[in-house]
């Protein structure tokens, strides 16, 4: 798939999975694997943070379960930790896996790269979708 190629080599293309330019997702807190407030990816970006949410006090709480405690800062990382209203650039993995069990966020398709399709179908994430607040 190009999408695929594209990916791999780096020159993933910041188009949203609405086909358009990639909107940002939040600078405060400033988020994205690139820190640079999109949901953009590459290459290094191993767990493809490419889904733009509005976090739920729920979907932290799911997300700690799993091992991966979003909430907490970590001032070594400069990670501020997170609360219920940010937005952020989550793996589409965990999202997708909050999903099934029922404690999806929020989507912000505008926000959300077009990679995050390789994981989670349009359908679903229309069924999450709402406006970037930021």
Same mark, same amino acid.
């Given at each position: 798939?190009? +999408? !695929? =190629?594209?990916?791999? =080599?780096?020159? #993933?293309?910041?188009?949203?999975?609405?086909?358009?330019?990639?909107?940002? &997702? &939040?600078?405060?807190?400033?988020?994205?694997?690139?820190?640079? @407030?999109?949901?953009?990816?590459?290459?290094?970006?191993? @767990? %493809? $943070?490419?889904? &733009?949410?509005?976090?739920?006090?729920?979907?932290? =709480?799911?997300? %700690? %379960?799993?091992?991966?405690? *979003?909430?907490?800062?970590?001032?070594?990382? @400069?990670?501020?930790?997170?609360?219920?209203?940010?937005?952020? &650039? *989550?793996? #589409?993995?965990?999202?997708?896996?909050?999903?099934?069990?029922?404690?999806?966020?929020?989507?912000?398709?505008?926000? !959300? $790269?077009?990679?995050? +399709?390789?994981?989670?179908? *349009?359908?679903? *994430?229309?069924?999450?979708?709402? #406006?970037?607040?930021?």
């Amino acid at each position: 798939m190009l +999408l !695929t =190629s594209l990916l791999q =080599s780096g020159q #993933a293309p910041p188009i949203n999975v609405l086909g358009t330019k990639l909107e940002a &997702c &939040c600078y405060k807190p400033m988020t994205g694997f690139y820190r640079d @407030g999109f949901c953009n990816t590459g290459p290094q970006d191993y @767990g %493809s $943070h490419t889904v &733009c949410v509005i976090l739920t006090e729920e979907f932290l =709480s799911f997300s %700690s %379960s799993c091992g991966n405690d *979003l909430v907490t800062p970590n001032p070594r990382y @400069g990670f501020p930790g997170l609360k219920p209203g940010d937005q952020w &650039c *989550l793996c #589409a993995v965990r999202w997708k896996e909050a999903e099934e069990a029922g404690k999806a966020c929020q989507v912000i398709l505008e926000s !959300t $790269h077009i990679a995050a +399709l390789q994981v989670i179908e *349009l359908d679903v *994430l229309k069924k999450y979708a709402v #406006a970037n607040t930021k």
